[in-house]
């Protein structure tokens, strides 16, 4: 009868533990009233009272654990499953959250800023912990053409795609443009002083605006920029045709429409009514500007 009930208690984790904490808080008073009676010096008897009150309570926490470690085990595996289960489950979440807080150390852009990030290009209008906002602008960049698509962009994307804050570049770019012609056995250089002539005119008028933007641009982020000369390039296609590559420093609302004057001025050229034998035009054609 007293083994099985020896067994019962001993089985008991709860009485257990309950009996071994009064066993120790018991032998503790008995100890601690044993050095108040002894007729020690009075630091002694403290110092003693005090190495019996920490070893009871570090004997009582050993002697918990080893009475409770399957069920800490157990427990401390399940705190463990579900933690991976939480991490699984948010891990687009907490990768959104390190990217946030990524974007803001590293405060690549703002609101109001033009980005490209990968193959998005819009203005800001938004930007928390999770996401991005962008109002998209027409891919070709042109113009403040507002395609009136929003575009939620999540933050984690910040650890895989490039950002480009195009911010600088909001008001002049640098336009490159190509036109191609088939070659019809005459000199595709003899254009060149023509054409150099007529994109000179057609950027005249923002010509100093330009100048100055460029060198604020080259003090701002501390470049140097081909500056606002227009470049112009000869070269040949796959096919054989000679390819005129125009690059200028314009007003983006201003771009589209000089690509089409030159356009017209190189097609005027090469096929107008004044046109001369080999295909050139006389000294004395105008094209409009």
Known sequence: ?????????????????????????????????????????????????????????????????????????????????????????????VACLVGGLYQASMRSFTIGDWVRIGDQFGEVIDNNWLSTTLLEIDPHGLGNGYTGTTLYVPNNVFFTQPVKNLNFMRRYIEHTFAIVRENKGDNPFAIKPYITERVLEHCESFKDVAERYCKLIESRMGVDLAGTEPKIKFSTSELGHDVLTITLFCPREEATNIEQKVTEDFYLFWYGAKAGPAGGALESVEAPV
């Open 1 to 93: 009868m007293l083994i099985e009930l020896y067994h019962k208690f001993a089985d008991n984790k709860l009485v257990l533990s309950l009996l071994l904490i009064a066993t120790v808080i018991l032998l503790r008073f008995l100890l601690t009233l044993l050095f108040k009676k002894s007729g020690w010096a009075r630091q002694d008897v403290r110092r003693r009272i005090h190495m019996v009150h920490n070893f009871s309570n570090l004997l009582m926490v050993i002697s918990l654990f080893a009475i409770w470690v399957s069920e800490l085990r157990d427990f401390a595996l399940s705190i463990a499953a579900f933690s991976v289960a939480i991490v699984i489950a948010l891990r687009d979440v």
